[in-house]
């Protein structure tokens, strides 16, 4: 049975380290990505480099990876932000799971990584240099530092985490306030650090805040109500089943009601159902992106690993990786405007189910979306389009 259990391990190790190549020549090839987010990232750490000017890359400032990622673009290429992005996630991932394990197995590690980098959302979403990894990754060393009871640099890393993503502050506060997983702290310690995390995440965010007049209306992106409740909620429960993947989600929600009717659960369980449940409420309420659900995802395949059932972990990850190469949809939207470069408004759907190509077509169609948000007649933009650093030697 043991060597048997060797042999298994190792299978798992190949299967990441062939991931993980995999994700490394994606980043070398990938280019500047196909998010709308990533030039204005860099123009910030431009603007910022050549006069000091403050602007914002979207409603809300990301100060920490619109400097990392501006960074790496300026002086390196697109590898570069690409392979941290890609590294950030993977990292992560481990610093998650030692946070929360107790009695480290590597069966349950290298299969937790397998369920992080099959799934098309957290594999190819992390090959674009945009912030989701940026933030998971501190959030995650943060509640690791947390768990060992390094507590300054625990809200040193929670703030790195909210600097990164705003929306990163309501899981830094829950973390504090309902971790208690190898660590016991009372109610005055816990508000203390919170207060502390608070404050220094804010720091982060006073420019953008002196720019706007000490208003607060840059904390409210927008949001798509032009069609009410309703449309936030198909939206939401569309874009819920893309993410985790349409089959999947049916079999994991089946999964769940078993778990809550357990009478034992594992008792970080209750942690990361509050956690998802934080994510889903914030994702309702701005259903835009479907890498918002980022977190969720990863804090599902954490309960499926802690509760142990190693034939649905293996069902998952193969219908994961049968969702790279063809996808399920059920439903056909009529754009407002339905040419590549517009933003994509959904104004009808209809009942039309039919197999898609996956993931990995997606993922290559996609790298020429760069040309929508650049100009290709300036050297800069030349550069850009092809994936190399953005100075320019004089």
């Known amino acids: 049975m043991k060597f048997k259990s060797v042999i298994s391990n190792n299978t798992y190790l190949s299967i990441i380290i062939i991931l993980i190549i995999f994700g490394i020549y994606l980043s070398f090839i990938g280019g500047y990505g196909s998010d709308e987010d990533t030039l204005p990232m860099i123009y910030v750490f431009e603007r910022r480099l050549f006069d000091g000017a403050f602007v914002s890359s979207r409603f809300t400032s990301y100060p920490i990876p619109e400097i990392g990622i501006g960074f790496l673009a300026y002086y390196l290429g697109s590898w ?12 992560g991932l481990m610093l998650i799971y030692f946070s929360l394990e107790k009695k480290y197995e590597l069966e349950r590690l290298y299969l937790f ?26 959030f995650s060393l943060g509640l690791f530092f947390y768990k060992k009871k390094f507590f300054e640099l625990a809200i040193l890393m ?12 309501i899981f830094v506060m829950l973390s504090i306030i ?29 420019p953008v805040w002196f720019d706007n007049s000490f208003s607060l209306n840059w904390i409210s992106a927008a ?28 079999i ?14 594992v008792v970080v369980t209750n942690f990361l159902n509050i956690l998802i449940v934080a994510n889903l409420f914030l994702f309702l309420y701005i259903p835009a992106e479907i890498s918002y659900l980022q977190p969720a995802i990863i804090f599902v ?3 499926l690993i802690f509760n142990y059932n190693k034939n649905l972990i293996l069902i998952i990850i193969l219908l994961n990786f049968l969702n790279w190469a063809i996808d399920i949809k059920f439903l056909k939207f009529n754009y407002v405007d339905n040419s590549k470069c517009a933003a994509k408004n959904a104004i009808s759907v209809s009942f039309d189910p039919k197999i898609t190509k996956g993931a990995i077509y997606n993922y290559f169609e996609t790298r020429k979306n760069i040309n929508c948000w650049i100009n290709d007649k300036t050297e ?10 953005i100075k320019i030697s004089k």
Do not use: M
Not at 80 to 91: E, K, R, S
Not at 116 to 128: A, K, R, Y
Not at 229 to 246: Q, V
Not at 252 to 265: D, G
């Open 80 to 91: 570069a932000t690409n392979l941290a992005t890609f590294f950030f996630h993977i990292i």
């Open 301 to 303: 395949y954490l309960i």
């Open 223 to 250: 949001r798509p109500t032009d069609q009410g409740f309703i449309g936030l909620l198909a939206r939401f429960s569309y874009k819920t089943w893309l993410a985790i993947g349409i089959i999947q989600f049916f």
């Open 380 to 389: 800069r933009g030349k550069r850009i389009l092809k994936g190399q650093s």
């Open 178 to 206: 309902f971790f208690k997983h190898n660590i016991d702290i009372g109610r005055n310690k816990k508000i203390i650090l919170c207060i502390c995390t608070f404050v220094i995440s804010g720091l982060f965010y006073l």
């Open 158 to 169: 929670f703030a790195f985490s909210v600097g990164c993503r705003l929306n990163f502050i």
């Open 113 to 138: 990584l397998i369920l992080g980098l099959s799934s098309p959302v957290l594999f190819f979403d992390n090959l674009e240099p945009i912030d989701y990894s940026w933030a998971f990754f501190f």
């Open 252 to 265: 994991l929600i089946i999964y769940f009601y078993k778990i809550f009717n357990l009478k034992k659960q």
